[in-house]
């Protein structure tokens, strides 16, 4: 039982350039998200998904896309990154809102966008 | 101003010291309220949670929300080095918004 994985650990981007970060969950939860984590402003939320197929914008969701084809793989997309997406980025996954259980942290993905 | 508001510390307390967390937020909206504790270079990990106004108690960690005065805590007794980390508050409602978090720092 991995728990929630991220796919890769770090990268280095030039402005302009696009990437797909990949989150992968092994616990059959529900509801997926994205955040990014800077210093001083905590993490806040990029997208998320509710279930299979879905998607809904968070906080912060401008220059990002995501994709959720199968229900353990929650994508996020950089379309054409810039030096303001560099960041740390954690994809969290939690079995049921409405209980509000805990949310499950994957180990982030460092981006550097020059 | 920000919902949540942290102190982002840093803290740096002796081993065995009482350590004291706190955030504030101005959302009446919020119902949860939950602690995780951030190892360096690693994904946040609940601690706690708490559901509207009191106390919740977990070993050495104790967790307080008073919603009249807007007002989160976290309380570490007889702290110990491998609680070195960063701590955020944590709150939600119909949204979810986390503090800045805190450096925490126990030196043997």
């Known amino acids: 039982n991995a728990g929630v994985t991220q796919t890769p650990k770090f990268r280095v981007l030039k402005t302009g350039q696009s990437m797909t970060l990949l989150c992968a969950q092994d616990?059959?939860?529900?509801?997926m998200y994205w955040y990014r984590q800077d210093p001083g402003m905590g993490l806040r939320l990029i997208h998320y998904s509710v279930g299979e197929g879905t998607t809904a914008k968070g906080e912060v969701p401008d220059g990002y896309n995501v994709s959720r084809l199968k229900k353990q793989n929650f994508l996020l997309g950089l379309e054409s990154a810039a030096p303001s997406q560099t960041s740390v980025y954690f994809c969290a996954s939690r079995l049921d809102r409405v209980i509000q259980e805990t949310q499950y942290f994957g180990p982030g993905t460092r981006l550097l966008v020059l | 101003q920000k919902e949540v508001e942290q102190d982002p510390g840093p803290l740096s307390v002796p081993e065995g010291a009482i350590v004291s967390l706190n955030c504030t937020y101005s959302?009446?909206?919020?119902?949860?309220f939950m602690w995780y504790r951030q190892y360096s270079r690693k994904g946040p990990e609940l601690l706690m949670y708490t559901y509207s106004s009191g106390n919740k108690e977990d070993g050495r960690f104790t967790a307080q929300v008073d919603k009249s005065s807007k007002y989160i805590s976290l309380f570490i007794r007889d702290s110990q080095p491998s609680d070195s980390a960063t701590y955020l508050c944590a709150m939600s409602g119909y949204d979810m918004r986390f503090g800045a978090g805190t450096r925490l720092t126990v030196k043997p």
């Open positions: 616990m059959n939860h529900e509801y």
């Open positions: 959302n009446s909206a919020f119902q949860y």
